[in-house]
């Protein structure tokens, strides 16, 4: 299992609220957003790891999509019935995480929501 803190880490951190429907078709655009991934970039763009998770975090739907390869990432916040949309992407060689919590949802609980250490956060 990879750990964001690891080198050679890429995350997208996406916290949702919204009706059932709306975080039912959050889910199924983060299936095909793995599957685009895959067809746009082929064979050599698939990481040697992934971790790929779904959860709750405080009244949040939660998903996690942690790499040792090229970031994978989508736009969530189109999705009609969605409340909230809080994203994060970091690149460990990078070394920032780029977001929109400006109200800190995610950026004020870095260890909750399992965000890497010891990094600059850019808000946009």
Not at 1 to 27: C, E, H, P, R
Not at 34 to 51: F, H, K, N, V
Not at 107 to 124: A, M, S, T, Y
């Amino acid at each position: 299992m990879i750990d964001v803190n690891d080198k050679f880490a890429t995350l997208l951190k996406v916290a949702l609220k919204g009706s059932d429907k709306a975080l039912q078709q959050a889910y199924r655009h983060s299936l095909r957003m793995i599957a685009e991934y895959d067809l746009e970039y082929g064979p050599e763009s698939q990481p040697r790891e992934l971790e790929f998770r779904w959860e709750w975090i405080d009244d949040y739907r939660v998903l996690t999509v942690l790499t040792d390869g090229a970031g994978i990432h989508s736009d969530f916040s189109q999705i009609p019935g969605l409340d909230e949309c809080i994203w994060l992407l970091y690149d460990d060689g990078a070394a920032i995480a780029v977001s929109n919590d400006t109200a800190g949802v995610m950026l004020n609980h870095p260890d909750k929501f399992g965000l890497p250490c010891d990094v600059r956060f850019e808000i946009q």
